[in-house]
């Protein structure tokens, strides 16, 4: 049996219950290590757990988590996910990959960005579709995710945007010379975000985002430590939100219904 269990976004003590139970009955446990992070670290997980927790980074997940996966024909298998189990396109491939060896599977859910962000005050059922936000290069800018932030403006939908994140990355010059050498890790920040866009915005010239337009800042939710702002867009460019994870929310200002605007009003920067 494979356990895909949610951690949800901050302390490990956000594991549920039954999640808890599954995980200290296991025969192995495997953390999900490049989608998202926790508050806590591994050390203070394992603690908690009473478990030895092995890391699942990318390379393990997309290509050779064949190991587990057998292991699970015959095991208690955990995969551990921080936020919920299936916010990544990679776990719903991995969970397909197992059902198809033949392998039972298993998933508790948790608290996941996708709807955590209703933190802000704004309505879940008033965004449109969420879209990523990647780093530029010097040869690679794209914009897809401009134009799907201004098809949910066009139609009053908000708009969350998932920020980057590089984690156990290799450089072309690595990849191409065949070397297991990795970069730092990278962690999208808002302002990052919003320069990205105002880039964007200067080429397409398409009133998606001005200096003057309300965004949402949200730092490290679920955490201790978490921030929430609402600002002009180059008021929050001035800003240092801290540590990652960071996203950032682009409403739909003019659909704002009382209670949403009351809550924007709360969190806006004094």
């Known amino acids: 049996m494979l356990f895909f269990i949610g951690l949800g976004l901050g ?6 219950l039954r999640g808890l139970e599954i995980v200290k009955h296991s025969k192995k446990v495997y953390l999900e290590g ?6 806590s670290t591994r050390v203070e997980m394992e603690e908690l757990y009473g478990r030895e927790i092995l890391i699942a980074d990318r390379e393990f997940v997309e290509q050779n988590c064949d190991e587990m996966i057998n292991e ?11 936020g919920d189990v299936f916010c990544a396109t990679t776990h719903c491939d991995l969970y397909l990959r197992a059902v198809n060896k033949g392998v039972k599977v298993s998933c508790i859910h948790n608290a996941g960005i996708m709807t955590a ?11 449109g579709r969420t879209v990523s936000i990647p ?17 949910n403006l ?26 297991k050498i990795y970069e730092p890790p990278r ?27 309300i965004c949402v800042g949200l730092a490290r939710v679920g955490w201790s430590t978490q921030q ?32 949403e605007r009351e809550m924007l009003e709360h969190f806006t920067l004094k």
């Not at 699970?72 to 921080?82: G, H, K, M, P, R």
């Not at 962690?187 to 337009?213: C, D, H, R, W």
Request: aromatic share 8%; proline share 3%; with cysteine.
């Open 11 to 16: 302390s490990a003590k956000d594991i549920t």
């Open 34 to 39: 490049y989608t998202s992070v926790l508050e």
């Open 72 to 82: 699970a024909l015959t095991d208690e298998i955990c995969f551990l996910v921080v």
């Open 117 to 127: 962000v209703g933190c802000c005050g704004l309505q879940l059922y008033n965004f």
């Open 135 to 151: 780093f530029f290069t010097d040869k690679w800018r794209p914009s897809s995710f401009y134009d799907k932030i201004k098809s």
């Open 154 to 179: 066009q139609v009053g939908m908000h708009t969350l945007c998932l920020l980057d994140i590089k984690v156990k990355e290799q450089s072309i010059e690595n990849l191409v010379r065949g070397l």
């Open 187 to 213: 962690y999208m920040s808002i302002n990052t975000a919003i320069q990205q866009l105002f880039q964007i915005e200067e080429e397409k010239k398409q009133g998606v985002l001005s200096p003057t337009s």
């Open 228 to 259: 929430i702002v609402v600002g002009e867009a180059q008021k929050l460019l001035a800003l240092d939100f801290g540590e990652p994870l960071h996203s950032l929310i682009i409403p739909a200002c003019d659909q704002l219904c009382d209670i």
